[in-house]
């Protein structure tokens, strides 16, 4: 087992992964910008070192600062969470070239799932089923619109190498083509430094269930069943739950066995999740890998019982995973609400600023991943979320009634947040009601604001 850890992130997964370590025996480095000197995953670790100024680019992003940082201190083995460098290849051969493990797949994996279009490529070769669309890179606009006029409108058009909600387009008629095509290229550019586009038919009103996946290096691969992820706000989760309230234990086989099956022929290794759309009919598409942990695991290890971020630190270490998938049992359900310093009623607009009182919810079944604390200063540099809150509890009921019970006692002040939207959405009939697609959250917005 690893002897030290370095945690190339910030936040509340920064936190999570020191806690997983810190019950592992294994000491911890964090790593931090100047504005996160004060930072609760700063404070927590045994060892921090500063990587650089509060521009993401020259810390978090700065590869040979936190290479040295790790070099320096002495760690086995790098972290990295989400966002920044987890699903950086360039970074992953870096860290193999000095001897670093990097906890998560191979670079050769991340390289491929990481670029969208070649991710679905391969699927098709593993017979995993994909959304209808282009089987390679769109050049320009005339085979955009050959393409669009293959598969028929709806169509969205979307960056290969994008995330996070960012460089995608839809365009319902031949009239929107062009203008979507160009502002996801420039949406893309901005964000990803490249406008690599590709299309797929725009599914109307899916619902969005993923598959936690696990695999080892021994060739041991399992799934731990689905998250529901349709609450979203462009294009991005605000909630999530598992298992979702509309798949019955058939297709969770099914699905989750397809799951598995992509995933062992891309050679993955490490927890990743498969994402695919799923219509009314129960057809379901893959969209897209991620390979690193998700914002929303926690909800998968309240229903299963398995610690993921330890679980990623074993199967790096080479050690094998001591369950197969029959082993595997869902207990109860589970949902998480981010909660982010913004302001609902102004279009979400970011509300960075001091915490002047924090009061977290508590009591059964609830579980709170923050990196927050009265007097903490939100820096405006990274994004708004602050973390979670996560309830688990036999039936579906029970656990909505938790989040909002929750919601009702969870104090910030000083920033805005968006704990009473949360709050206003979890109430809300129709998704009460479990059959809520990826349309809803902008439905609900147009009453709310
Ligand atoms: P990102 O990597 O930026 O998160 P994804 O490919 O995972 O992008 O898509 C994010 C969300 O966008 C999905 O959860 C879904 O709501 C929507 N989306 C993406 N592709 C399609 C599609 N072909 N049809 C309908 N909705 C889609």
Redesign the pocket.
């Known amino acids: 087992m690893f002897k030290k850890i370095l945690i190339a992130n910030r936040g509340e997964i920064a936190v999570r992964i020191i806690r997983a370590c810190r019950e592992m025996g294994i000491v911890t480095v964090a790593v931090y910008s100047e504005i996160d000197k004060n930072a609760l995953h700063t404070q927590l670790a045994d060892e921090s070192i500063c990587i650089g100024s509060n521009k993401a680019s020259d810390s978090y992003l700065n590869m040979k600062n936190i290479l040295s940082a790790t070099i320096n201190s002495g760690a086995d083995a790098i972290h990295p969470g989400f966002g920044f460098l987890s699903e950086n290849p360039k970074f992953v051969r870096m860290c193999e070239e000095c001897n670093i493990v990097f906890i998560g797949p191979s670079s050769d994996v991340i390289e491929n799932m990481g670029d969208?279009s070649k991710a679905r490529e391969m699927m098709i070769n593993a017979g995993v089923p994909v959304?209808p669309g282009s089987d390679k890179i769109l050049e320009d606009f005339e085979e955009v619109k050959k393409m669009a006029d293959e598969i028929g409108f709806p169509v969205?058009i979307?960056a290969s190498n994008?995330?996070?909600?960012?460089g995608?387009r839809i365009a319902y008629t031949s009239i929107e083509l062009e203008n979507a095509y160009n502002t996801a290229r420039m949406e893309a550019k901005a964000s990803f430094g490249d406008d690599l586009m590709y299309m797929?038919?725009?599914?109307v009103n899916?619902k969005?269930i993923e598959f936690q996946i696990l695999a080892d290096n021994f060739g041991n691969i399992v799934h731990l069943g689905e998250r529901d992820?349709s609450m979203?706000r462009n294009?991005q989760k605000v909630m999530e739950e598992a298992p979702s309230s509309i798949i019955g234990q058939d297709l969770r086989e099914l699905m989750g066995n397809t799951a598995v099956k992509g995933a062992k022929f891309v050679n993955y290794t490490s927890a990743g999740t498969m994402?695919f759309?799923l219509d009314n009919n129960n057809n379901y598409y893959f969209?897209?890998m991620n390979t690193r942990i998700q914002v929303e695991h926690p909800i998968t290890e309240l229903i299963t019982g398995i610690d993921l971020i330890k679980e990623q630190i074993k199967i790096a270490a080479n050690i094998n995973l001591n369950y197969k998938q029959d082993n595997i049992k869902i207990h109860g359900h589970a949902i998480e609400c981010r909660i982010n310093a913004e302001s609902p009623k102004k279009n979400f607009m970011p509300s960075p600023g001091e915490i002047s009182y924090i009061n977290l919810p508590g009591g059964y079944g609830v579980r709170n991943d923050i990196s927050i604390y009265t007097g903490y200063k939100i820096p405006p540099n990274y994004d708004s979320m602050l973390g979670k809150i996560i309830v688990h509890a036999n039936t579906r009921d029970e656990a909505i009634n938790i989040m909002k019970r929750s919601l009702g006692e969870y104090i910030i002040k000083g920033v805005e947040t968006n704990i009473d939207f949360q709050y206003d959405l979890i109430s809300s009939n129709e998704y009460i009601s479990g059959e809520f697609t990826?349309g809803y959250v902008s439905e609900f917005i147009k009453d709310y604001i």
């Open positions: 969208k959304v969205i979307k994008g995330g996070g909600g960012k995608m797929e038919k725009y599914l899916p969005h992820c979203q294009n994402e759309l969209m897209e990826t």
